[in-house]
């Protein structure tokens, strides 16, 4: 059974640049079968999709956050990542990752548990 | 950008009631419609896709409908179990991924 895992800070100053990680276990991040997510979701609020990155390092962006958002991915770790940069206490929220399977790639299959940033000085 | 309208935004009901959440979307989205349970503290959970199909493992009591610009969610008899908040969310091949507003349900 995939397991996906965020760590990272969890509390970033204004202005600097937010950083998190997702462990993927139980299953290869290279399989070439899945996108890999981030969403976040602010305390009491909805979800927002951020982006998803494949294998091949190829990314897809929320327009609302494309100009301050890179996503990228660690094979050799089976780790993916998520930097938002320029963050102002919107950006506090739960941050989750999750899989989009390639061959249904409406849905997100599998999610983190979610990791808590807050954004404060 | 397709906007998703999900209503009401919170519900009350008691065991054993049907009880029914609507989605609209701003636009055709053919069938291309999610239903997330989550509850608190937890992350949200498939129960839902392609509009009408239930996810391995979810209890049959749920279920969907709608394609185009309309959806349903319903849960047959509520169960103390099914609280949580419930989305919707859609997908189009930008690709985005759009969420509803959310539907909190509780017991009555």
């Known amino acids: 059974q995939v397991q996906l895992q965020e760590s990272g800070p969890g509390l970033v100053k204004p202005s600097q640049t937010l950083s998190l990680t997702c462990t993927v276990s139980?299953?290869?991040?290279?399989?070439?079968?899945?996108?890999w997510s981030w969403i976040r979701q602010p305390a009491g609020k909805g979800l927002e999709w951020i982006g998803r990155i494949y294998t091949s390092g190829s990314t897809n962006y929320n327009p609302s956050l494309k100009s301050r958002v890179t996503i990228s991915v660690d094979t050799s770790k089976n780790q993916f990542s998520l930097k938002l940069s320029s963050v102002t206490a919107a950006d506090t929220a739960v941050y989750y990752c999750a899989r989009v399977p390639v061959e249904m790639a409406t849905i997100f299959d599998y999610w983190g548990q979610g990791t808590l940033v807050t954004v404060s000085s | 950008d397709i906007q998703m309208t999900q209503s009401p935004s919170s519900l009350s009901a008691s065991v054993g009631d049907r009880v029914t959440i609507t989605c609209q979307a701003s636009?055709?989205?053919?069938?291309?419609l999610n239903w997330y349970q989550q509850k608190p503290g937890k992350a949200p959970k498939l129960l839902i896709y392609?509009?009408?199909n239930l996810e391995t493992g979810v209890p049959s009591r749920f279920s969907g409908s709608g394609s185009g610009t309309d959806f349903t969610f319903t849960i047959s008899s509520l169960q103390p179990e099914d609280i949580a908040t419930y989305y919707c969310q859609q997908y189009d091949n930008l690709p985005q991924y759009t969420f509803g507003q959310g539907t909190k349900l509780e017991i009555k």
């Open positions: 636009q055709d989205i053919s069938n291309y």
């Open positions: 139980g299953g290869s991040i290279s399989s070439g079968s899945y996108y």
């Open positions: 392609d509009a009408s």
